[in-house]
């Protein structure tokens, strides 16, 4: 007979236990011990039974690996009734206080026995049961009486099978252990929904743009160009702007912080090594040049780097645009690229094999002459086929020749034969074949490991040294770390430059080919000469940023970037491209010393008059991201923990578990510290130890970034930042939203008028009324969780300084700017070096 499935037996324990005859061993083992283990699934080598805690000995007790106790457990038998208030509305379980339940003397006397048992080791969760009934509870709570806590109560041994699934998200293991359910569970103030109110939905102009910069229209073209990828054939450009200086650090002016991306823990101890780029490919082109030099065969190396590190430049500058002389003489590289082949096995599979034959065919062999091919490609099958399909045939006939044309088409399309043909024709030239699988990173799992799986294919097949690219999150997911086991010192990271010197390179060579007369025309083509001189002027003003560390632009680009170069660029081109740039102002004053406000509002919403966190690459740290329970301030905790890990120029990891442990005892908030963990993860707040950029079970550690310490110590305060996101942001305050929609109306209207003074001063009264509400909140979180916080470490304390600090400042540039136009081309006014202009 077949054996039963744990709810299934169940169901015939309940109508066997319907009465109440067992003695507590009995109870224990037929009863309590079929639902703790078999229903619940607890582990018995997790669970310590009859285990000595003075003053006696405690029946169950649920440990961590460490050995610290989770839960204890105290049975009695099914005679000793527990005497329970009723539930409303016919419930067979439910909240009690823990006052009403200790009226009943079984209960109390077993409550209070476990309890003395948990103080006496440590432990904060404990329950009674005598397996018809179980209550569940916790023995201590800060701030709080302990009759007072509220206890969750099974009234009916039915509960188990009547709401299995509410008892296995509750009760089971994995619940306890990987969701720390009981904090939730045992919550003495379940989280009360409250409706979330967005200022955004109310307000018609919110998806209004901004088009004033005159000079976006002529830059366009050649920052989308000269400040995005490299290409493939512009050789100049690589060689004048290429930066391989890629070890950098990087400290903001007034805190400490370190600009890092460098090979992590755990890909170290996957024995992958750091690339440092010494023009020459480092490790990597010696690894490749030994390789061809001694004639080895099928090797896969896997270049690793973050998103945007520059992968695929180091690789077409090492292999294509300044290759080593001997690589260069001695080598036929062939760089297949998916960065926009469709996510299908068969069409990704046509495009390597596709993508490698052409360029292994850089003579066009097999575009010659039939003669040409039979006698450098096809020799041996052609010696076949005279032996075989065309024997007997005159190779003057007609039926020969048609023949052997069909047999050549064959040939041609079998892919692996033209490749292995072509690298053997390479190899009688002496040159060694190079195969490179670049941008994989766009792929999921799966179908990484499958280009993966054909690079290593392609080594085997060709006997050639196969280069692929990776980035460190992708790899985590994917079987290819067990792959690359069996390949010795096979990987290499590649950590990003410094942005600074990325941006200086580029702008430098930029201007150059404004102000050469026969390079500018060809870039902006007819356009007027002063328009012309205009754009070198202003990209002149912007690269002297780049040449103090104390500038905010270079301060917030690379912060913002973090170890991202490609982030970084798009950033600058948002930056460059914005309407809300000073490009007049910087103009006629020849020379600009930029203040933060004139950074922010370009990056933050380059052509946007309103903020909106899903069309913005920076991101809202005050936003709420869980409907049912969350919190303004999430982001902020998570970003505070993270930043006392670090100590001088580094900054350590810390786990995971220990973060959703104090989200959900502290706030009972594991879905929101989820769900904001994701965003700081993509947004590049923190990082992961295995690289991943979301959040998932497989997450381990994280650490902060440089652009997490940037945005905890200064950004997250600043007023131009409060004013964009408030609108934004989601408010439990009707009231407060209600004002927020009419200021951002109100102001609009001035904005439209040109009413400056009006206009920030409506900004400044909206920042007021949205840091008011953060105080209030930021109170109220204090005195519901207990947080033992003094004021002065409130983060709305350091939003209100700094507030406080602004209003003037801001306040008293609007009146010096008096009836100058906001948000749209200026006049050229002569503004002074410096100017505060459009705060």
Same mark, same amino acid.
Not at 77 to 88: D, M, Q, S, T, Y
Not at 356 to 371: C, I, N, Q, T
Not at 600 to 629: A, C, G, W
Not at 646 to 657: C, K, M, R
């Given at each position: ?390 024997? !007997? =045939?005159?190779? %003057? ?6 023949? /052997?044309? @069909? ?5 041609? #399309? +079998? ?96 201007? !150059? =080919?404004?102000? %050469? ?6 870039? /902006?083509? @007819? ?5 012309? #001189? +205009? ?305």
């Amino acid at each position: 007979m077949a054996q039963l499935d744990p709810f299934d037996q169940l169901g015939l324990m309940v109508k066997e236990h319907a009465g109440r005859e067992l003695n507590e061993a009995d109870t224990r083992h037929r009863v309590i011990d079929f639902i703790l283990h078999d229903l619940l699934a607890w582990p018995r080598n997790r669970t310590n039974v009859e285990e000595y805690i003075a003053p006696g000995y405690a029946d169950y007790v649920l440990r961590k690996a460490n050995g610290d106790a989770v839960l204890f457990v105290e049975a009695k038998k099914e005679g000793v009734f527990f005497n329970l208030p009723a539930l409303p509305n016919g419930q067979i379980s439910g909240y009690v206080t823990i006052g009403k339940l200790i009226s009943d003397e079984n209960v109390s006397a077993a409550m209070k026995q476990v309890r003395d048992y948990c103080f006496n080791d440590g432990s904060e969760y404990a329950a009674i049961t005598n397996g018809h009934e179980w209550v569940f509870f916790r023995i201590f709570e800060r701030g709080k009486r302990w009759e007072s806590l509220k206890a969750f109560v099974i009234s009916d041994l039915s509960f188990w099978e009547r709401e299995y699934t509410k008892a296995y998200n509750s009760l089971s293991y994995t619940a306890i252990f990987e969701n720390l359910s009981l904090a939730d569970l045992l919550n003495s103030s379940p989280p009360q929904d409250r409706s979330i109110f967005f200022a955004k939905d109310r307000i018609p102009s919110y998806s209004h743009s901004i088009t004033a910069n005159r000079l976006a229209s002529a830059l366009r073209p050649v920052v989308n160009h000269y400040f995005g990828v490299i290409g493939d054939d512009d050789t100049e450009f690589m060689d004048r702007c290429y930066v391989s200086e890629r070890d950098y650090q990087h400290a903001f002016d007034g805190m400490r912080s370190l600009i890092e991306d460098s090979l992590s823990p755990y890909f170290a101890a996957q024995g992958i090594q750091q690339l440092e780029d010494t023009g020459k490919g480092g490790r990597l082109g010696g690894r490749l040049t030994k390789n061809i030099k001694k004639g080895r065969k099928g090797e896969v190396l896997v270049l690793f780097g973050g998103k945007g590190a520059g992968k695929s430049t180091f690789i077409k500058r090492l292999l294509h645009h300044n290759p080593p002389r001997w690589l260069r003489d001695h080598s036929v590289v062939a760089i297949i690229d998916l960065l926009k082949v469709p996510e299908e096995v068969e069409v990704i599979r046509a495009a390597i094999w596709d993508g490698l034959v052409d360029a292994l065919d850089s003579e066009k062999l097999l575009s010659a002459d039939r003669s040409t091919i039979l006698e450098k490609l096809f020799s041996d099958r052609y010696e076949i086929a005279n032996r075989q399909e065309l024997a !007997g =045939l005159s190779k %003057s006939s007609d039926i020969y020749n048609s023949r /052997l044309n @069909d047999l050549v088409a064959a040939w041609k #399309s +079998d892919k692996r034969y033209c490749a292995r043909k072509l690298v053997e024709y390479w190899k009688d030239q002496d040159k060694g074949a190079i195969v490179v699988v670049d941008n994989t990173d766009q792929y999921s799992g799966s179908h990484q490991d499958f280009c993966f799986a054909s690079a290593q294919d392609i080594a085997e097949e060709l006997g050639c040294i196969t280069l692929i690219s990776m980035r460190e999150e992708r790899f985590y997911g994917s079987k290819i770390h067990g792959l690359l086991d069996a390949f010795q010192n096979a990987g290499f990271h590649i950590s990003s430059p410094k942005p600074s010197h990325v941006f200086r390179k580029r702008l430098d060579y930029v201007i !150059g =080919l404004l102000t %050469s007369e026969t390079s500018r025309d060809a870039l /902006l083509g @007819d356009t007027e000469t002063t328009v012309v #001189s +205009d754009c070198a002027k202003y990209l002149g003003i912007v690269n002297r940023e780049f040449s103090s560390e104390q500038s905010p632009l270079n301060g917030f680009l690379t912060a913002c970037a973090h170890g991202d170069t490609r982030l970084s660029l798009d950033l600058f081109r948002s930056f460059l491209l914005s309407g809300y740039t000073n490009v007049e102002e910087m103009l006629n004053a020849g020379q600009w010393t930029f203040q933060i406000h004139q950074v922010v509002k370009p990056v933050m919403i380059p052509t946007r008059y309103f903020y909106d966190e899903l069309l913005s690459d920076i991101p809202n740290v005050f936003q709420l991201r869980y409907n049912r329970h969350s919190s303004h301030f999430t982001a902020m905790r998570i970003l505070r923990k993270l930043a006392r890990k670090v100590e001088g120029a580094s900054a350590a990891y810390l786990s995971i578990a220990e973060l959703k442990s104090y989200f959900s005892e502290t706030f009972g908030m594991i879905e929101d510290f989820t769900r904001t963990t994701d965003i700081l993860l993509k947004h590049g707040f923190v990082e992961a130890d295995n690289r991943l950029d979301s959040f998932s079970e497989s997450v381990d550690s994280i650490k902060i970034t440089g652009y997490g310490l940037y945005m905890f110590n200064n950004l997250a305060y600043a007023f131009t930042y409060l004013d964009l996101i408030c609108t934004d942001t989601g408010s439990f305050d009707e009231s407060v939203t209600n004002y927020l929609v009419e200021a951002a109306k109100t102001e609009y209207g001035y904005f439209v008028k040109n009413q400056r003074i009006q206009r920030v001063e409506t900004r400044l009264d909206r920042v007021e009324k949205f840091v008011s509400y953060l105080e209030s909140e930021e109170q109220r979180e204090r005195e519901t969780y207990n947080l033992a916080i003094a004021d002065k470490d409130l983060f709305t304390t350091k939003c209100r300084d700094t507030f406080e600090n602004e209003r003037q400042r801001v306040l008293r540039s609007a009146q010096r700017q008096g009836g100058k136009t906001s948000g749209r081309p200026s006049g050229r006014n002569g503004a002074r070096r410096g100017s505060r202009h459009r705060a």
